[in-house]
């Protein structure tokens, strides 16, 4: 950021989704949590979540754990797309077989604190409450009664502040945990 107020801001080389396809073992796509934020994020879903000819899931298929990501970059760079988050993610995605929602948040300083921190709380409780139910992915494969939520350095604060909120209580059913546990549609998140 530069004294008269204008900044230059490093982009990565943007790593595009799969829509849907699967590449090394993992599908990508983006999905806008927000539209009038311009919040999205982009879902990394495992191979071992679709049959074995690659295509959607056949039923009884049980539903894996959900881990919600926040990237680091100290509140002004980064996104799910960045080649580094997008290759954490991915690997992660492999590594736990569980299903990978990656957020990208505003960021400053065209978007001061607290926007971050109100766009993790939106993402989480897009991915509990309305996109679990109406994302494809999320609904057929995640189990949103097992949420996780996991950051690096920026993206760490951003945890402690969405853990924050859910321990205060702004939505009925989420609490603290630990461990995958058992599956259920209406445990505790676990962070």
Same mark, same amino acid.
């Given at each position: 950021?530069?004294?008269?107020?204008?900044?230059?801001?490093?982009?990565?080389?943007?790593?595009?989704?799969?829509?849907?396809? +699967?590449?090394?073992? !993992? *599908?990508? #796509?983006?999905?806008?949590?927000?539209?009038?934020?311009?919040?999205? /994020?982009?879902?990394?879903?495992?191979?071992?979540?679709?049959?074995?000819?690659?295509?959607?899931?056949?039923?009884?298929?049980?539903?894996?754990?959900?881990?919600?990501?926040?990237?680091?970059?100290?509140?002004?760079?980064?996104?799910?797309?960045?080649?580094?988050?997008?290759?954490?993610?991915?690997?992660?995605?492999?590594?736990?077989?569980? +299903?990978?929602?990656? !957020? *990208?948040? #505003?960021?400053?300083?065209?978007?001061?604190?607290?926007?971050?921190? /109100?766009?993790?709380?939106?993402?989480?409780?897009?991915?509990?409450?309305?996109?679990?139910?109406?994302?494809?992915?999320?609904?057929?494969?995640?189990?949103?009664?097992?949420?996780?939520?996991?950051?690096?350095?920026?993206?760490?604060?951003?945890?402690?502040?969405?853990?924050?909120?859910?321990?205060?209580?702004?939505?009925?059913?989420?609490?603290?945990?630990?461990?995958?546990?058992?599956?259920?549609?209406?445990?505790?998140?676990?962070?």
């Amino acid at each position: 950021m530069y004294s008269d107020g204008t900044f230059e801001r490093y982009t990565d080389n943007h790593v595009p989704s799969t829509h849907g396809t +699967l590449e090394s073992g !993992v *599908a990508t #796509r983006d999905v806008v949590i927000d539209p009038d934020t311009g919040v999205w /994020a982009r879902i990394f879903r495992p191979k071992s979540t679709f049959s074995s000819s690659g295509t959607e899931p056949e039923p009884p298929l049980e539903k894996v754990p959900i881990v919600l990501h926040f990237h680091g970059g100290g509140f002004c760079v980064g996104s799910p797309g960045a080649p580094h988050t997008h290759a954490f993610c991915r690997a992660m995605c492999l590594a736990t077989r569980c +299903l990978w929602v990656s !957020v *990208a948040y #505003r960021l400053a300083p065209e978007h001061k604190l607290p926007a971050a921190y /109100a766009d993790g709380v939106s993402a989480f409780r897009w991915l509990t409450e309305e996109g679990g139910a109406e994302d494809p992915w999320v609904s057929s494969v995640g189990d949103v009664g097992r949420v996780f939520l996991a950051g690096e350095s920026a993206g760490g604060t951003m945890v402690h502040y969405v853990a924050g909120e859910i321990g205060s209580g702004f939505g009925s059913g989420f609490g603290f945990g630990s461990g995958l546990g058992s599956s259920s549609s209406s445990g505790p998140v676990w962070v």
